[in-house]
């Protein structure tokens, strides 16, 4: 080989090196490069396989929130369709909402999104809850201590003798709890279709149910398993009250107003209140007697009705609000159709604040039975504080 030859091998040592080594890296790094790629795959398949997984197993929510948000939502839908308990008994964050759940009764509370609803909805009925004093309890009744007696007094010179003065006595009024209770029933086949709202469907049942039977009781019940009514109680004229029972003035005519002026009785109603409860008084009368005295005028020829002058406010009768209950009766001989009076002192309705609900899939299958039930009284607690007009001669 000659000098020249030499040198041209020498000079292209280096760039023969520099290729092989870059062949070399390429072909570690298409490796390199499949190796991740495939493992990807892997993954990819994997989590699949998770998320198929995970839709076979789980079922829709039952309301818009996430559910992660909200695990009570996933709980109470599984006992609602299919009675599965584990769920809730692994809510322990959620057990201590829903503290009054018997599980050997095979009881649990409704999720608080749906009593909220049912809450709602019995505050926006025409019922004497919405203007009456409405306490929580715990216990089986609630007691509510009254002193309607005055402390005896009398003025004294410096030098005499100080005398012995009455001392004022005080009533309990026991408002004892009832069971309220209502069973709507679905078939197993809308309870398991996806698209099913089952908690509106449940609450808009039960809270129609409650709703008319608490109303009811309020004005008529009996006390007896419900309720005592306002109309229940003793009713004695105005001028010979005494307290236990409710004071009425008399229209005059037997079951109509006085012909001459009408207007009066309802004048006179007002003003046999004290004046320490008007100024939150109250009227509540049904449709059929509100639709015969919006019609009433004044001596002027002024209408003593006036209509909410905003959205949401009640009409008024000289002045005052009036709420309009359909269980109050209507305009006859000796009914008691129109009562007045500060129901927020006169009458205590007491709850207990949470809701049970016992699901039976046994008892009327292939439907689903779902028995609600709630605890809830009613009471006068102040005589004073109501009084009733009553369509009668005396």
């Given at each position: 080989?000659?000098?020249?030859?030499?040198?041209?091998?020498?000079?292209?040592?280096?760039?023969?090196?520099?290729?092989?080594?870059?062949?070399?890296?390429?072909?570690?790094?298409?490796?390199?490069?499949?190796?991740?790629?495939?493992?990807?795959?892997?993954?990819?398949?994997?989590?699949?396989?998770?998320?198929?997984?995970?839709?076979?197993?789980?079922?829709?929510?039952?309301?818009?929130?996430?559910?992660?948000?909200?695990?009570?939502?996933?709980?109470?839908?599984?006992?609602?369709?299919?009675?599965?308990?584990?769920?809730?008994?692994?809510?322990?964050?959620?057990?201590?909402?829903?503290?009054?759940?018997?599980?050997?009764?095979?009881?649990?509370?409704?999720?608080?999104?749906?009593?909220?609803?049912?809450?709602?909805?019995?505050?926006?009925?025409?019922?004497?809850?919405?203007?009456?004093?409405?306490?929580?309890?715990?216990?089986?009744?609630?007691?509510?201590?009254?002193?309607?007696?005055?402390?005896?007094?009398?003025?004294?010179?410096?030098?005499?003798?100080?005398?012995?003065?009455?001392?004022?006595?005080?009533?309990?009024?026991?408002?004892?709890?009832?069971?309220?209770?209502?069973?709507?029933?679905?078939?197993?086949?809308?309870l398991d279709d996806s698209a099913f709202d089952i908690e509106g469907w449940l609450a808009a049942r039960i809270a129609d149910r409650f709703a008319r039977a608490e109303a009811a009781a309020f004005i008529n019940g009996d006390g007896l398993d419900k309720p005592t009514g306002i109309l229940t109680?003793?009713?004695?004229?105005?001028?010979?009250?005494?307290?236990?029972?409710?004071?009425?003035?008399?229209?005059?005519?037997?079951?109509?107003?006085?012909?001459?002026?009408?207007?009066?009785?309802?004048?006179?109603?007002?003003?046999?209140?004290?004046?320490?409860?008007?100024?939150?008084?109250?009227?509540?009368?049904?449709?059929?007697?509100?639709?015969?005295?919006?019609?009433?005028?004044?001596?002027?020829?002024?209408?003593?009705?006036?209509?909410?002058?905003?959205?949401?406010?009640?009409?008024?009768?000289?002045?005052?609000?009036?709420?309009?209950?359909?269980?109050?009766?209507?305009?006859?001989?000796?009914?008691?159709?129109?009562?007045?009076?500060?129901?927020?002192?006169?009458?205590?309705v007491a709850e207990r604040p949470d809701l049970r609900v016992l699901r039976d899939p046994f008892s009327a299958k292939p439907h689903v039975l779902f028995y609600a039930t709630k605890r809830v009284g009613?009471?006068?607690?102040?005589?004073?504080?109501?009084?009733?007009?009553?369509?009668?001669?005396?």
């Amino acid at each position: 080989m000659t000098k020249t030859e030499t040198k041209s091998a020498d000079a292209s040592a280096p760039a023969e090196q520099m290729r092989t080594a870059l062949s070399g890296f390429l072909n570690e790094f298409k490796e390199f490069k499949g190796n991740v790629e495939t493992k990807l795959h892997k993954q990819e398949e994997r989590m699949t396989m998770l998320d198929r997984k995970s839709l076979i197993a789980g079922r829709p929510a039952l309301s818009t929130a996430a559910e992660v948000d909200a695990p009570h939502q996933k709980a109470f839908a599984a006992y609602l369709r299919s009675g599965d308990d584990d769920a809730l008994r692994g809510l322990q964050m959620e057990e201590k909402a829903l503290s009054t759940a018997v599980s050997a009764e095979g009881g649990y509370l409704v999720d608080p999104q749906t009593s909220e609803t049912i809450k709602g909805v019995l505050q926006s009925t025409a019922s004497i809850r919405a203007i009456a004093q409405v306490v929580s309890v715990e216990a089986t009744s609630y007691d509510v201590l009254v002193d309607h007696t005055e402390f005896g007094s009398g003025w004294a010179s410096e030098t005499s003798t100080m005398t012995e003065t009455d001392t004022p006595q005080i009533d309990r009024v026991t408002i004892p709890l009832h069971e309220l209770s209502a069973m709507p029933k679905a078939s197993q086949r809308l309870l398991d279709d996806s698209a099913f709202d089952i908690e509106g469907w449940l609450a808009a049942r039960i809270a129609d149910r409650f709703a008319r039977a608490e109303a009811a009781a309020f004005i008529n019940g009996d006390g007896l398993d419900k309720p005592t009514g306002i109309l229940t109680h003793t009713q004695v004229p105005e001028n010979s009250w005494t307290w236990g029972a409710l004071g009425y003035i008399a229209t005059g005519t037997d079951g109509d107003f006085d012909a001459t002026s009408p207007s009066d009785a309802i004048l006179d109603l007002v003003y046999s209140l004290g004046a320490e409860y008007r100024a939150g008084a109250t009227f509540v009368m049904n449709s059929k007697t509100a639709g015969v005295v919006r019609k009433m005028k004044d001596a002027d020829g002024r209408f003593l009705w006036t209509d909410g002058l905003a959205a949401g406010e009640p009409a008024r009768l000289l002045g005052f609000p009036v709420l309009i209950a359909e269980d109050m009766p209507d305009i006859a001989s000796d009914a008691s159709a129109i009562a007045f009076g500060d129901f927020s002192a006169g009458y205590t309705v007491a709850e207990r604040p949470d809701l049970r609900v016992l699901r039976d899939p046994f008892s009327a299958k292939p439907h689903v039975l779902f028995y609600a039930t709630k605890r809830v009284g009613g009471d006068v607690s102040d005589f004073a504080a109501i009084k009733l007009l009553k369509f009668a001669i005396s």
